[in-house]
């Protein structure tokens, strides 16, 4: 009885972690200053909003079929907002076409068809998995991109980076999760309790990596420009100085 009251308390935990960028948004808000990170701002507005309703109607109401429909509401949500976000951190504009604009409207009617045929009843997890694999490889390529382009300033440095590393150990680590509880006929409930408690983790330090994110020294594009540009003036000042004393 006392390991399931602790493994109760451990996923409210997990549910309230939700609410940790969110902090971190709102005591370093100076550096939401562009319209990707005005996005993702909303995304941890949305996040904490959609916890205390699960948490509400999990604890308080036990109203599951309120929970059922805030799950697929927060699905649909959460996929639009962040392909949004990674629509705009990723350059490449054949890959945006061929996989955003293709997926976005093929997510959205999936989604509502299953929500017409099981209503609030179940809620199956097929289109979580596909989110996940979708968000999985877009992240790759988000770091396959990044890292083959040549940039003054260190990709470690950068909040985007943190909050893909945050996404993708997130969509990875659970994932796995889904598919082995869920999917699997050999988990017995003992191995489905040490499962959820890796889903804990994995959540909780996805919520810490997009929080810690905003103390990365991010610089915008104007301020990177201008770097650039009073690097080439001293460059060209040491050449010209090189060049009148060989005078």
């Known amino acids: 009885m006392r390991k399931y009251l602790t493994l109760e308390i451990l996923l409210n935990i997990t549910l309230i972690s939700e609410i940790i960028p969110l902090i971190f948004c709102l005591f370093i808000s100076y550096k939401i200053k562009t319209k990707v990170l005005k996005v993702f701002f909303i995304y941890t507005v949305f996040q904490a909003l959609f916890s205390l309703l699960c948490f509400l109607f999990v604890n ?64 199956g997890n097929i289109p979580t998995l596909i989110e996940f694999i979708f968000f999985i490889l877009v992240i790759i390529y988000f770091f396959y991109e990044k890292m083959k382009s040549s940039s003054l300033f260190p990709i470690y440095n950068s909040i985007h980076f943190w909050i893909s590393v945050g996404l993708f150990v997130y969509f990875t680590g659970n994932f796995f999760y889904i598919l082995l509880v869920e999917y699997s006929t050999l988990a017995s409930p003992e191995v489905k309790n040490q499962l959820k408690v890796i889903y804990s983790a994995v959540t909780i330090t996805k919520n810490l990596l997009l929080g810690l994110a905003f103390l990365s020294s991010e610089k915008t594009d104007q301020e990177l420009n201008e770097n650039f540009l009073n690097n080439s003036k001293d460059y060209d000042s040491d050449s010209s100085f090189y060049q009148n004393n060989l005078q």
Request: aromatic share 24%; proline share 2%; glycine share 2%.
């Open 60 to 123: 308080v109401s036990k109203s599951y079929n309120n929970y059922i429909f805030t799950l697929r509401l927060h699905l649909i949500v959460e996929f639009l907002i962040i392909s949004y976000y990674l629509l705009n951190v990723i350059d490449n504009q054949l890959f945006k076409k061929t996989s955003f604009y293709f997926l976005i409207p093929f997510f959205i009617i999936y989604n509502i068809i299953d929500f017409l045929i099981n209503g609030n009843t179940s809620f």
